[in-house]
Structure formats: C-alpha cells, structure tokens
C-alpha cells in the first residue's frame, strides 16, 4: 500500500459517519441475534416503531413515553436505538432496569446485538480509557459510556450523569425510602441541555407511572386506513367482532363506516398506518400509546388474541394481564368500600361437608394473635376460590395447647363428591406482626414436607406472589401484598372467581369489608394501599386472612378477627366456627 492509500484511509476514518434517518440506519446496520428471534438477520421495522425513530431524532422533542402492550418489538427497538447512541453519538447513557437481575440480563442481550451486527462488533470493547475496563454493567467506549443499572438500588444513581437516559418496564419500578427511583434518574440528567430521556413500559393500574407520563404527553395514537371506505382509526379492542365460540372468524368493524375487515387486510393497513397527537398542544414530549391488535406477530393475529380473550375473562387476575400486555391498557382501580352486608347475602349453600364437585385442593392460611390464631379453609377449581371455613383457636400463642388443635385441623380430611377424599394440600402461617416468629418457625419448620411455610407480607407490585426469601438458611416465604391484595379486591367487586360458604358468620364479612383500596402518595408517587374503614381498636381483616392462600402455594392465605369484637361475641372461651 502506498503513501497515497494510507493518507486516505486514515482521512476517511477521521470523517464524521454519514447523517442517515435512525431507522434507515438500523435497518442497515442492525442484526437480530437468534438468541432473540425465531427469524434472526438484519432487523427490519415496522411503521409504528418509525414514529420512535423520528421523536428520538426530533430537536424539540426532550422526553419520550411509549404507553404499550407486548408483542410490538419494543425491546429489539431500544436495543438497536442503544446502538445507535454508542455508534454515532458517544455521549453517557443510562439503560434504567427494574431489578440488577434485569439490568443484566438485558446487558447480556444487547453484547449479542452487537456481536451479531458486523459493524458494530467491537464497539463495546473491554479496554476502557484511563487505564479503566468494562463490566458488564458498565461498558466504555470512546466518547462515552453505557451503564446497566437497577431502579431498585437508586443509590447508584448518584454517581452518574447521562444524555440519554433509557428508562424500561417503569411500572416495575418500586419507591425507597430516597424516594422515586424515576426522579432520581431524570435529575441524572440536568447537565445535558440536549438531553433525551425515554419511558416504556407495559402499564399495569391506572395510577401508574406510564399512565401518568403518557398523560401529560402529545397523547399520539397509530391510526390505520380502512381497505373500504379509506378512514383512519386506531384498532382498538371494542371494534373486534367474532361469532360466538368462532375467534377463528375476527374481524375489525370500522368504527367510522361500519366496514368489516378481515385478518388478511392488516399488513397493508398497519404498513400505511400513522401517528397522530391527539394534545398537539404539548410541546417537546411525545407519548405513544399502542397494543397488539396491530402487530404483525404471528402470535398476534386477532383470532389468537380473542382466544387468549376467551380464557383469560375466566378470572380477573388473567383479565387484567390481558389487558396490560395484550391491550397495552391499565387496570382501572377503585377505592369503594366493602359491603359487609352484600357479601354475606352472597353466601352459597356448599360447605366442608358439601364440596362443590368442581373444587381441586384446599388450602389454609393462619393468622397469629396474641391469644389466639386464626384460620381460613379455602377451595380451589381451575378459576375460583371458594371461602370454605373460618376457625379462631383460643389459647396465648407461646402455649402448646393452640398450636396443637392447629395441627389437628390441618390433618382432617373431607369427602369430594366424585369419590375419594381431600385434606389440606398446603398451609401458609403469617410471621409478620407480632413477634411471633420464633413459635411460626417452631411449628412450620418440622412440617415443611406437609407444604406448612412461614409467611411475611412484602410491598410492592413487582414482586411475585409467593417466593422464597433470598437470605441464607432463613425459613422465610414472601408474599406479594399489594400484587394479591389487588386481585382479590378486583374478584370481589366484580363478583366474579370468589364464593362464600354459607357457614360462613357475619364476623367474617364484617372483619373482611373492614378494609377499601385506596391510592395514597408515598415520596411523592401514588400507591394504592388498603386502609380499615371504620375507626375501631387494632383490627385485622379476613380480607388479609384470605389473601395469605393467595400467594399460591395452591391458593390464599388468612388472617381475621377484631379481638374486642370476638371476646364481646364470645367471651372467654376457646372458639371453632
């Protein structure tokens, strides 16, 4: 090679990379690694995911919120969008994750894009400047960083800055004691006058963080053309029409000219689709909302997603991930009371003696008490909970004798109907108040092979129902309060996957309507809480004691019982209901 040919390299490598549309240069840089897709090569998207593109290039536009469902190649899209910061504007950039856990197992993902992608392999060396490395949750490149971090530890926060902070699954995201982990982030950012910070996440309540941004946003919906009459709509569920017991026959109804729009028509609809802000009013934040009715998804087709309809309107837990995830909705909430006596008239005639043929397993949750503990039977089918009994033994929690009428109940067995007998698959006890842990521990250690578990109630929406606690050699489950407390609420007000025995006495539904959701403000975010709704002594409501079997070790759990309510009703004495 001459002086001629490496004077021009070395000058071609020192010319600025050409100023290309950032979804033209992801369609022609990007590749899809096959750890990620079933259809691995150079990613291609589709025109939703174009209006991204546009407002992340957009001068005026700061903030970015995509309200969404699954389904949509959202996190594909962040992937190469990442990339594309890296590539072409080296600057600090902040990857925001609920949990450690996600922010690396996204860091993982995105080393395969990069890997996958022949020009933009190596970008992410392990040599940092200054003598400095890379790690896998903080990667250098010249001119700039990529930092995977958690929402969960905001203290790491502090000590970093970012121009583009890439913030996913915010609804995920829980609130410390330092506050709100997405403030924290966004003042990460205040140094960069040419800033960009991006929201999204697939919204769960109404109250959430992605409800909210994408409120205070230009609200833009993806409208598609009508093949007949040539109208643009957004596809929304409403307008989904099928025969009954036919999902294969889904269709869209056009909402503008009554058109019926068969599956086979939405390529072409989606591929001439378009954004349009319906609060064009706001300036310099652009909120998207879209939910999979118009994904190209295989696994997306109207007739598979009204099948999913079909068995997911069995319970309102499945309705409402259906309409997160599928609908890109949020849950609606409600903070009305509970009608004690509306639930009692509720009752129905089945009982221990009389179960239901459809029940599968029954579970128990206890509450502890100073002087006593109490108990609910629950029945489980393949959709319902059946509130089957609710049994209070007498005795100070640090005797033997109320531990042991405990043990008794917990091995009675009771005849099912289709032949056979059922006794109780699993037992959740609640070592969470009280100081009562040691005697919990005491008696459900030597039972775990009988599925008999100490129980503590976590905050948090994030967090899973029932799962065993992370400290070494504890004996510990925790329970998802806010997660269990909302599907019970949402299956007693809509009167739908929750029954009542009719051994059931009112004490039971006065303690269990003793609770309402409300929303309340914690560092400044709304979290929905339960609060007791009416101004008595230290009451514990069976709303709580039917939660515990929630946590699934195959159903609720349990707590009850107003103390100075029992011993007016029942004074003095040991009582079995």
Not at 290 to 318: D, G, Q, Y
Request: hydrophobic share 35%.
């Amino acid at each position: 090679m001459n002086i001629e040919n490496i004077r021009a390299e070395a000058l071609r490598a020192l010319m600025p990379p050409p100023n290309v549309p950032l979804a033209d240069w992801i369609e022609n840089t990007v590749h899809i690694p096959a750890s990620a897709s079933a259809l691995p090569g150079r990613m291609q998207l589709w025109p939703f995911q174009r209006g991204w593109c546009e407002a992340i290039e957009d001068p005026e536009i700061e903030r970015i919120t995509v309200l969404k469902g699954a389904r949509i190649g959202y996190t594909q899209w962040l992937s190469a969008t990442l990339a594309h910061f890296v590539a072409n504007q080296p600057a600090p950039i902040i990857a925001l994750q609920p949990t450690a856990d996600d922010a690396r197992d996204f860091s993982v993902e995105l080393e395969s894009l990069f890997e996958a992608s022949p020009d933009l392999r190596g970008l992410l060396s392990d040599d940092g400047e200054d003598g400095k490395r890379s790690t896998m949750l903080a990667r250098r490149f010249p001119g700039g960083s990529l930092k995977f971090l958690a929402a969960k530890s905001p203290r790491n926060l502090r000590r970093h800055t970012t121009r583009f902070l890439a913030m996913d699954e915010v609804d995920g995201y829980e609130v410390t004691q330092e506050g709100d982990p997405i403030t924290l982030a966004e003042m990460r950012t205040l140094t960069f006058r040419d800033r960009k910070i991006l929201m999204g996440s697939t919204p769960v309540f109404d109250y959430g963080p992605i409800t909210r941004k994408y409120e205070e946003s230009d609200k833009r919906v993806f409208e598609v053309p009508c093949p007949s009459c040539g109208d643009f709509s957004e596809i929304r569920w409403a307008d989904i029409r099928w025969a009954e017991g036919e999902p294969e026959s889904a269709h869209w109804v056009c909402p503008n000219s009554g058109c019926c729009v068969d599956e086979k028509h939405k390529p072409a609809m989606v591929q001439a689709g378009r954004w349009r802000a319906t609060a064009p009013e706001v300036k310099g934040h652009a909120g998207f909302a879209i939910n999979c009715l118009v994904s190209p998804h295989f696994n997306a087709r109207w007739s598979k997603l009204v099948s999913e309809f079909l068995n997911a309107k069995r319970s309102p837990e499945t309705l409402q991930v259906f309409t997160n995830t599928i609908l890109g909705q949020p849950w609606k909430t409600d903070g009305e009371d509970l009608d004690e006596h509306e639930l009692y008239r509720r009752r129905e005639p089945f009982d221990l003696d009389r179960l239901p043929p459809e029940v599968l397993w029954i579970t128990a949750g206890v509450d502890c008490q100073d002087d006593r503990l109490e108990t609910v039977l629950m029945g489980h089918t393949d959709s319902d909970w059946l509130v089957l009994d609710h049994r209070v033994f007498w005795g100070p929690i640090d005797g033997e004798a109320v531990w042991q009428e405990l043990d008794s109940a917990l091995r009675e067995t009771w005849k099912h109907p289709n032949g056979g007998t059922l006794g109780i698959s699993a037992c959740a006890v609640d070592s969470g108040d009280g100081g009562h842990v040691e005697h919990v521990q005491g008696f459900t250690r030597p039972r775990f092979g009988q599925r008999v578990v100490p129980i503590k109630g976590v905050p948090g929406f994030s967090r899973a129902l029932l799962q065993k606690s992370g400290s070494k050699g504890q004996h510990l489950w925790l329970v998802g309060v806010d997660a269990a407390k909302s599907q019970l609420f949402a299956r007693v007000a809509r009167n739908q996957g929750i029954r009542f025995s009719e051994s059931l006495q009112p004490i039971y539904f006065e303690q269990f309507a003793s609770e309402k959701r409300v929303v309340r403000y914690s560092h400044g975010k709304p979290v929905a809480h339960s609060k007791g709704s009416r101004e008595s002594g230290p009451r514990r409501s069976t709303l709580r004691s039917t939660l515990w079997q929630r946590g699934n070790l195959s159903g609720s759990a349990t707590t009850c019982g107003r103390q100075s309510c029992l011993q007016r009703r029942h004074p003095g004495r040991r009582q079995q209901w």
